[in-house]
C-alpha cells in the first residue's frame, strides 16, 4: 500500500509557520497580515473555498475580508472594487475567486491587481517571473504540491514528473516548479496521445484535469508517486462527495505514495494562499 501524503496534516504544518509569521509582523510592526477575498456570483464550490479560507485565516490570527459581489455585478464595478483594494494600505493580500460570471474578463481582472498583492500569482508579471525562476508569490496549489512532493522525495532532481493539465491556474505553473527543482517534466493535456503510457513511465503524476478519477492504477508505474489536485462533486446516497482526478482505491495499491481527496492538495493551497499573504505583507512594510 502507498504512504499517504496527509495534506491536511502537513498544511497544519504551514499554518503553524504563518500564524508565527502572523505573531511576528504584529509584535514588531504593529501590522496584521490582511487577505482580501472576492467573490462574484453563488457559485457553490467557490461558497466552499472562500469559507475555509476566511475560517484558516481567522486561525491564524490574520484579518480577511470578503466581498461577496452579486452575479451582475459589472466590470466596471468589479474594477473598482479591485482598484479600492490596491490603494488600503491595510490590505496586503487581494484574491479575486476564479471562474467569473461569463460576462466579466477574468484577464482583464487580473491584471488590475497590484502585482505586490498578487497572492494568487496570476497576475502576468508574476507569471513571467515565475517562468525566469525569479519568483516573489508563487501560485498556491503547485506550490503546496511542491511542500507534499518533498515529504516524499528530499532530492527531486532528474525525476520524470508528468504533470496532466495545462491551466494557467495549476499544470503551467506545476511544471515550472518542478522544472526549477531539476525535474525533467512532460507536460499532458486533452490532446495528448496515449497519455497513458506516459504517465506510466513517470516517477511522479500530478493529476490536475478536472476529470473524476481520470487516472487509473493501470497509468501509474509501481512505487511511483501521485498528487491528485482534481476536485469533482459527486452525488453518493444521496450525499454530495469529493473525488479526485486520480481513482483513490486501486491507484493506492500501485503507487509508491499517493494525496487523497479530500484532505490532499485542498488543504495545502489554503494554506499557501496565507503563507504567500503574511509574505506579501512583510515586503509592504513601509
Ligand atoms: N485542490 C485545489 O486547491 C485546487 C483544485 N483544482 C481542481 O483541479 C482540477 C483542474 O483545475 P484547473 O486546472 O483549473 O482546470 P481547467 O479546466 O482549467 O484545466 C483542465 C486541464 O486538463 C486537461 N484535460 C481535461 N480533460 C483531460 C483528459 N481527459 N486527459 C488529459 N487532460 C485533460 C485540459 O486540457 P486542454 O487544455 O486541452 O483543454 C486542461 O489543460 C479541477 O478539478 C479543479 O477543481 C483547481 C485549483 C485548485
Ligand atoms: N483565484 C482563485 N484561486 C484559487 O486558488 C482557486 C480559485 N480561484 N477557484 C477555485 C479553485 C479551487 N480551490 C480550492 C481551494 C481549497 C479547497 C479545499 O479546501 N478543499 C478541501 C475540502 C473542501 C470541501 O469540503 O468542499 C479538501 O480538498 O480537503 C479546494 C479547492 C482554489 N481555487
Ligand atoms: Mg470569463
Known amino acids: 500500500m502507498a ?15 504563518v500564524a508565527s509569521e502572523v505573531e511576528y509582523l504584529k509584535g514588531e510592526y ?29 486561525e491564524a490570527g490574520m484579518g480577511s475580508i470578503e466581498y461577496r459581489l452579486d452575479t451582475e455585478t459589472t466590470q466596471g464595478d468589479l474594477n473598482q472594487l479591485v482598484a479600492q483594494l490596491n490603494n488600503d494600505p491595510q490590505v496586503h493580500g487581494i484574491l479575486v475567486q476564479l471562474p467569473l460570471p461569463p460576462h466579466l474578463d477574468e484577464d482583464e481582472v487580473i491584471a488590475s491587481i497590484d502585482p505586490a498583492k498578487d497572492v494568487d500569482g496570476f497576475h ?4 513571467g517571473a ?9 501560485p498556491c496549489t503547485p506550490q503546496g504540491c511542491m511542500i507534499m512532493l518533498r515529504q516524499v522525495h528530499q532530492d527531486l532532481s532528474g525525476k520524470h514528473a508528468v504533470v496532466v493539465g495545462r491551466s494557467n491556474i495549476v499544470g503551467k505553473p506545476m511544471m515550472a516548479l518542478l522544472l526549477q ?40 508505474k509501481p512505487g511511483a508517486t501521485v498528487i491528485d489536485v482534481g476536485i469533482n462533486a459527486i452525488e453518493a446516497d444521496g450525499k454530495r462527495k469529493l473525488v479526485g482526478d486520480v481513482a483513490f482505491a486501486p491507484v ?27 509574505r506579501a505583507a512583510r515586503r509592504q512594510l513601509a
Open 252 to 278: 493506492s495499491e500501485t503507487a509508491g505514495a499517493i494525496s487523497p481527496v479530500p484532505g490532499g492538495v485542498g488543504p495545502m493551497t489554503i494554506a499557501c494562499l496565507l503563507l504567500n499573504t503574511t
Open 3 to 17: 504512504q499517504l501524503i496527509d495534506g491536511k496534516q502537513l498544511s497544519n504544518q504551514v499554518l503553524q509557520k
Open 130 to 138: 515565475l517562468a525566469a525562476g525569479q519568483a516573489s508569490l508563487v
Open 30 to 58: 504593529g501590522v496584521v497580515p490582511t487577505l482580501a477575498v472576492v467573490l462574484v456570483g453563488e457559485d457553490p464550490a467557490s461558497q466552499v473555498y472562500v469559507r475555509n479560507k476566511v475560517k484558516r485565516a481567522k
Open 181 to 220: 527543482a531539476d525535474c525533467t517534466v512532460t507536460m499532458a493535456h486533452s490532446r495528448t496521445r496515449d497519455i497513458e503510457s506516459l504517465c506510466r513511465n513517470a516517477d511522479i503524476v500530478v493529476a490536475a484535469a478536472g476529470r473524476k478519477e481520470l487516472v487509473n492504477a493501470d497509468w501509474i
Open 124 to 127: 502576468p508579471l508574476n507569471v
